[in-house]
């Protein structure tokens, strides 16, 4: 009996199911839905007039099997080693002095299309390794050619451009390369005599080149074939802007581009000025981000508190390697003299210290003379100081891409490291702009408030001493230039 009345069932429901399918059939055609229709009822493979289905199905599977090549690429790219780019044997015997073991991402990526003679826009994130992604195939090109005023690579601070000539001098010297920094500050005879030299590499801040190519006879670079921007977001903005393009319309228009740097804007008329030609973009890293290997916290600070806190931070990383930064050069001073009075080997980095007084700190900190410097942003590019344990954001910057260029002074070549910073109550609109652009909430780090406490008389007595000092230096300041 149950079986029966099973099978009446199972007509009676086949019926109704039917007898639905049906109608649905119907609503579906009368609602202009044919295709949905078709997928639903039939589920058979689409005939020729159903393009529309086959053609998002095969851009789907095409855009998968781009994706994949893509990734396979950059892993093949991984797995190179410089030999494989066919470099000269003297730009192989200096990588391999310099102790470059493989090349970095921005490195293996970039290297094949810049030897190739295309122009590249290469993003990655600081300490990756970008000056010698630059430097090598320009080498490989005037290995051959030998000519001088042969490239140009323009940066934003003085500090960065020394930096970039050593580099250089490291990789070229198989080869007899003649390499010179032309930067406000020095010199402008001296200058001009190294020019006279005919180098082949100049490496230049924008405002002295542009001096001397009004001012030096003799020098042009009318026959120049490689052009580098270094920190390429800083030299595209306004404040070189008026600079830059004097230069791009003095230098010949047929040539080859580079910009690099760790956050580069992708505005049209930025890149158009820059006269870029069918530029190969290599990104390593999302538009802006830190390194994996980096600790990023902050510290809540009260009113008035905010050297007791810095005090504090370095009696716990004594002995260690501290950059920090402040806003202003005024800051940079106090705080330096503050940590030297409290017995801290600290030294001041900023733009209203000469030239000579500026190379000088960045060497005593490099070579561990000295375990803390205190800088401004001028040390916030680009800086490749091989082992800083700590960057201290004294001062919150104003701008986010500043904030990432400071932090990017540690953790870098793959090393760990921290930053800590110090956060005022007029400071926290800025630190929500930055964990936007980072895309991470900065863990709060809390202090041990009986040594914050058991310090803070000590500090600001040491901090009325500062100021005390630096008002005397400034005073007798003027008075020297009056007599």
């Known amino acids: 009996m149950s079986s029966i009345s099973s099978a009446r069932v199972g007509k009676s429901h086949k019926k109704i199911t039917n007898k639905y399918l049906s109608d649905l059939k119907k609503k579906l055609s009368a609602s202009n839905k044919k295709k949905e229709t078709k997928q639903i009822l039939n589920p058979e493979p689409a ?34 080693s410089f030999r494989d780019f066919g470099l000269k044997d003297d730009i192989l015997e200096a990588i391999e002095q310099l102790n470059f073991d493989k090349p970095t991402p921005i490195q293996a ?38 000519t001088p005023y042969f490239a140009c690579v323009l940066a934003p601070t003085r500090e ?40 082949h590499v100049i490496v230049a801040t924008p405002g002295r080149l542009m001096d001397h190519l009004e001012n030096t006879k003799g020098f042009s670079l009318r026959a120049l074939k490689f052009l580098v921007m270094d920190e390429a977001d800083r030299l595209l903005e306004l404040e ?65 508190f905010k050297n007791t806190f810095l ?27 503050l940590g030297r009075i409290l017995g801290f080997s600290a030294i001041p980095l900023h733009g209203q210290l000469s030239q000579a007084q500026r190379l000088g700190a960045l060497n005593k900190f490099k070579s561990g ?30 701008d986010s891409k500043a904030y990432i260029h400071r932090v990017g002074r540690t953790a870098r070549a793959g090393r760990s490291g921290k930053s800590v910073s110090l956060v005022t109550q007029y400071d926290l609109e800025l630190i929500l702009r930055i964990e936007k652009v980072i895309n991470m909430k900065l863990p709060k780090e809390v202090p041990n408030k009986n040594e914050i406490l058991a310090l803070h008389d000590s500090v600001d007595r040491a901090s009325a001493e500062s100021i005390r000092q630096v008002k005397q230096f400034h005073s007798n300041r003027k008075i020297r230039r009056g007599n």
Not at 56 to 78: F, G, R, T
């Open 47 to 80: 005939s020729d007039s159903e393009d529309g289905g086959k053609d998002a199905s095969h851009d789907d599977d095409e855009e998968k099997q781009i994706e994949k090549k893509k990734q396979e690429q950059e892993e093949e790219n991984l797995k190179k």
């Open 240 to 304: 070189f802007g008026p600079v830059l393009d004097k230069i791009l319309q003095i230098i010949p228009r047929k040539r080859t581009t580079y910009l690099f740097s760790a956050t580069l804007t992708s505005k049209i008329d930025k890149l158009q000025r820059a006269s870029l030609h069918n530029p190969v973009k290599v990104a390593v890293n999302s538009k802006y981000s830190t390194v994996e290997t980096l600790i990023q916290t902050l510290m809540v600070v009260p009113d008035g």
């Open 160 to 199: 960065l451009a020394y930096q970039i000539r050593e580099t250089f001098d490291a990789l070229g010297s198989n080869m007899g390369l003649r390499c010179c920094t032309i930067v406000g500050g020095m010199d402008m005879m001296e200058q001009a005599r190294e020019l006279m030299r005919k180098p």
């Open 109 to 146: 990526q970039s290297l094949g299309p810049a030897l190739e003679g295309r122009d590249i826009i290469g993003i990655a994130q600081t300490g990756s390794g970008k000056t010698a992604a630059f430097a090598i195939p320009i080498l490989q090109a005037l290995w051959e050619a030998q």
């Open 369 to 398: 003379d000295k375990s803390i410097l205190v800088a401004t942003d001028v040390a916030a590019r680009g800086l490749d100081i091989p082992s800083v344990d700590l960057v201290i954001n004294y001062d919150i910057p104003t």
């Open 311 to 337: 005090i504090y931070l370095l009696n716990e990383y004594v002995g260690k390697s501290v950059i920090i930064f402040t806003r202003t050069c005024a800051h940079a001073q106090n705080i330096s003299l």
